[in-house]
């Protein structure tokens, strides 16, 4: 069994799994939010609301939730149990208004915190292509504990999804202002851990290129920060550690140029990604044929990213106007039947499962785990802002029987990520 498949096996869910799930620790429950110490400038996006719009299309605090004396809030990305794992780190160069350095983004607060001036040295550096960036390059890491203080070695996944959710985001923001963006997966993640103080507990994911490329070639990043807890409590997981350093220097990449075509303007694009919510309940009120293959031909455009690994679409259809419900794979019918109960049944018992227009489950079978997985939450994240865009619901579903999944479609593609769409 190779590397990927091993890793994925050892966090499935079965029944036996699901009943030993348990209570998290409450006394141990993270953060969801990194503040660097007071003495690093901070600088308020007020004064640059074009930058400001972007990093909260992407990443921003979009709706407050008070439950007795405590108050959440969601965000642009949707996030595994609103853990939110996820964070984002800006370099800025030749941007006006903002001195050339590398900045945390804060979304409560909606701030920049400068980390480091850049003095020929850039984060350029970590990435195989290290020719300079005039514009923006994005970082975006995850602290494992957030999410897997409750979701355990699962929490692998999560994070690579909500990370995928979040570079879908950034895809998205790109579109909405005609710019070009490029996701790279293989950057030096050991060089920028050191770099960034992460200390075990924050890795580096991806990062994006907003900007052009410039002929010059940055070779060093001079920058050491301290450490510092993005969850206050932590508890080390032996087998994220693990599997971050096993998949984390993907190889036999295949590029994609990318490009993707939202089917609305790019105002009703921003206006999806301002608006996008996890739908908690559908009323049964049936998806047109022309709205879920708009959304099939979302999942079926390869983002720009240099390490593209194929992700197929295996959906239940259960309520789609003019389509026979039933089995399909790629766009074509397997079998035709109601399979509602099934599909519920394969969510772990999720009403949205068998309650959907459509559920999807994004299938693959590379050995490249960390691309695979942050391509299926980036094409999760299209679906979320396609139904959106197109008046009807999403949710994401990361619970789900691995092996009943695959079994029921007859595949050995690894299950990597459900979705539940309709109204
Ligand atoms: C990777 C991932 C897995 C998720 N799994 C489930 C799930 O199994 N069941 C569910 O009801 N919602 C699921 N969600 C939706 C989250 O609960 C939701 O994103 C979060 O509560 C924030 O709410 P919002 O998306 O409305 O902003 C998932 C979301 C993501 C990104």
């Known amino acids: 069994m190779t590397g990927a498949r091993a890793l994925h096996r050892q966090t499935v869910h079965t029944r036996a799994s699901v009943r030993a799930g348990g209570w998290p620790d409450w006394s141990g429950q993270p953060q969801v939010f990194k503040h660097y110490p007071s003495g690093f400038p901070r600088l308020a996006l007020a ?81 195989r292509d290290n020719r ?49 963006c490029r996701i790279i997966c293989r950057i030096d993640r050991q060089r920028l851990a050191a770099c960034f103080g992460f200390a075990g507990q924050e890795h580096a994911m991806a990062m994006v290129v907003m900007g052009r490329r410039c002929p010059e070639r940055v070779s060093s990043l001079a920058m050491q920060l301290p450490f510092v807890s993005g969850s206050g409590p932590f508890v080390v997981n032996p087998f994220i550690e693990k599997a971050m350093e096993e998949i984390g220097r993907p190889d036999q990449c295949t590029p994609a140029p990318g490009g993707v075509r939202y089917p609305f303007s790019a105002e009703t694009l921003e206006d999806a990604m301002a608006r996008r919510r996890s739908i908690r309940a559908f009323s049964g009120v049936p998806l047109k044929q022309r709205e879920f293959r708009a959304l099939l031909a979302l999942a079926a455009m390869p983002p720009a990213l ?73 094409l999760g994240h299209r679906l979320y802002l396609g139904a959106t865009g197109l008046g009807f619901g999403c949710s994401g579903i990361g619970a789900f029987y691995d092996q009943e999944v695959a079994s029921f479609f007859d595949t050995g593609d690894m299950i990597l990520y459900a979705l539940a769409v309709g109204r």
């Open 47 to 127: 004064r640059l609301p074009d930058l400001r719009r972007l990093l909260f299309l992407c990443a921003g605090l979009t709706a407050r939730r008070v439950y007795g004396d405590s108050t959440w809030f969601l965000r642009a990305n949707p996030s595994a149990g609103a853990l939110y794992p996820c964070e984002l780190y800006v370099q800025a160069r030749g941007v006006a208004g903002l001195a050339d350095g590398i900045y945390h983004f804060e979304p409560d607060g909606e701030r920049l915190c400068l980390l480091h001036r850049l003095e020929g040295d850039g984060l350029e550096s970590c990435c």
């Open 132 to 180: 300079m960036v005039e514009g923006l390059l994005l970082l975006v890491s995850a602290i494992y504990y957030r999410s897997s203080w409750k979701y355990r070695d699962r929490a692998l996944r999560y994070c690579l999804l909500d990370s995928g959710h979040l570079l879908g985001g950034i895809e998205a923001a790109a579109v909405c202002r005609r710019a070009a």
């Open 306 to 378: 240099d390490c593209n690994e194929p992700v197929r679409v295996l959906a239940v259809v259960n309520r789609v106007e003019g389509l026979a419900a039933g089995i399909y794979v790629d766009d074509r019918c397997l079998a035709e039947g109601d399979f509602t109960g099934m599909a519920r049944h394969l969510c772990l018992e999720q009403d949205l499962g068998g309650d959907s227009g459509a559920t999807l489950f994004l299938a693959g079978a590379s050995d490249n785990y960390l691309p695979l997985l942050l391509k299926a939450g980036l």
